[in-house]
């Protein structure tokens, strides 16, 4: 489980985050400069909260002091960044490879026919379209076998039918993972297709929307921001 109980100050605001969940897919949803991205990053590890805590399973992330937070690269953290973050001097293999753990059970083979890209592993990144580089960066993150997947704006580059079969490829590697899944978007739709639960940014508020009907555990979630007048 996902606990997080934090605060943040930022330029324009302090940003109050806090939530629970289980293996759903938790998504942040609202316009520019709301604190969404600065909470997927306090998550892993990138910039630290003022105070709080983060807690995944008995691991604990952050605990209200800076100095002994927990480093990015002990969390087991994916994160699938906006522009994917693909090594150009790298194939795909190699991309993929980079960072999985030695001695992996991981059945690859699988996961990347799964998302159709098991014939590219010997390209590079110049020669992939926006919807394979988009799986790619999605297969490199997953081949990590991490505890949580952070996702910040993932398909927001693509065009709409693309944009629909990433979608798709999302939910269903969602079911075989069954770990938190962290999203940030600015489209309504995607949010409500992909969301088990929809913590909303409006007019300097966030708040949690009603989880979605495919909900499969239980969620509390709650995020208000405390406004000191403009935007981030």
């Known amino acids: 489980m996902l606990y997080v109980d934090i605060q943040k100050r930022l330029p324009d605001y302090v940003l ?3 939530f629970t969940t289980k293996d759903e897919i938790v998504v942040l949803f609202g316009p520019s400069g709301s604190g969404k991205t600065t909470i997927l990053n306090c998550v892993a590890g990138l910039t630290h909260p003022d105070a709080g805590l983060i807690r995944l399973s008995d691991t604990v992330f952050f605990d209200g002091h800076p100095k002994k937070a927990l480093p990015p690269q002990r969390r087991n953290v994916g994160y699938l960044f906006q522009d994917y973050a693909l090594f150009p001097h790298m194939t795909v293999e190699h991309n993929i490879r980079y960072g999985m753990k030695k001695g992996t059970n991981l059945r690859l083979d699988e996961l990347l026919a799964s998302v159709g890209i098991d014939r590219l ?5 110049h020669q992939l379209s926006g919807g394979q580089k988009q799986r790619v960066a999605l297969v490199r993150a997953l081949a990590t076998e991490p505890d949580i997947l952070l996702l910040d704006e993932p398909l927001s ?8 079969q990433c979608q798709d490829e999302l939910l269903r590697l969602h079911e075989m993972w069954r770990i938190p899944f962290l999203l940030v978007t600015h489209d309504r739709e995607e949010a409500e297709r992909l969301g088990d639960v929809i913590l909303v940014t409006e007019n300097g508020q ?12 239980s969620l509390h979630a709650g995020i208000e921001r405390e406004s000191s007048g403009g935007r981030s």
């Open 16 to 18: 109050h985050a806090r």
């Open 157 to 164: 580059a693509l065009d709409a039918d693309t944009r629909r």
């Open 206 to 217: 966030v708040h949690p929307q009603h989880p979605q009907p495919s909900n499969r555990t």
């Open 121 to 125: 592993l010997d390209k590079y990144p």
